[in-house]
């Protein structure tokens, strides 16, 4: 079991070294080509109807979370990491209507409500995670929702100025991969929770090559796109 001192040392060093990367980086442009989505079949109506529809399961895993949440009040041993996984489940509900909104036309206008979402869930299930291993108060959970709604505002800022920068986006998104493992380790965390923690960050790494093989995986199925998997792996993910 580590101490609290570096419990609260160790994620700050981590934050400030993955920030620090970026920054030297550069500005990470938008991909070339990315509202470009294989699947463009239409079905009852709805236009690119795979990405549209296999939206609707991070709705009825975000009611679920939701109820688990209500639920949860009757343990107040759980009442530090209650607003982290609110924050988590609200937003996987929101991504179902952000993301199918999107991908009925594609661009970026729609997008912010696809990215806002997205960058919400992951600030909320490091903000719980954290707030469990580490014990700092709310403030954490005010930081990290703060700190993805302003990476989605930094891209809609640096696209209307120049050609836009997804790093902190990027950043937001990154760094549950990172710290919950390694929180989690250090705070000697039961190994069951590790493992599903382990098994929905393996789904969303999938989710994410899938992404990146969007038309590869269409032209091998022609039935299922790469897109439309990276929602299903999502959703399970936050299941």
């Not at 620090?20 to 990470?28: D, F, K, M, T, V």
Request: net charge neutral.
């Amino acid at each position: 079991m580590s101490s609290p001192r570096s419990r609260r040392v160790l994620p700050w060093t981590v934050v400030i070294l993955v920030a620090l990367g970026l920054a030297l980086y550069g500005p990470i442009p938008q991909l070339e080509h990315y509202h470009d989505f294989a699947d463009k079949r239409a079905w009852l109506g709805i236009p690119n109807a795979g990405d549209v529809l296999s939206n609707l399961g991070f709705a009825v895993v975000g009611w679920y979370g939701l109820a688990l949440v209500l639920h949860s009040r009757r343990h107040p041993a759980l009442d530090a990491i209650r607003p982290g996984y609110t924050v988590f489940f609200v937003a996987l509900l929101l991504t179902a209507f952000g993301s199918g909104w999107y991908h009925l036309v594609p661009d970026n206008a729609r997008l912010i409500w696809d990215r806002l979402p997205i960058a919400l869930l992951c600030a909320g299930i490091l903000s719980a995670v954290w707030r469990e291993t580490v014990g700092d108060g709310r403030w954490v959970d005010v930081l990290w929702t703060a700190l993805a709604v302003g990476s989605v505002a930094w891209w809609w800022y640096t696209d209307h100025t120049s050609t836009g920068d997804l790093r902190p986006y990027l950043f937001v998104q990154f760094m549950p991969l990172v710290l919950v493992p390694l929180l989690q380790w250090r705070n000697g965390t039961p190994m069951r929770e590790r493992l599903y923690f382990g098994a929905a960050i393996g789904f969303y790494v999938l989710a994410k090559a899938a992404e990146l093989l969007d038309h590869q995986i269409y032209d091998m199925f022609t039935f299922l796109s790469g897109h439309t998997l990276k929602h299903l792996f999502s959703m399970v993910a936050g299941l």
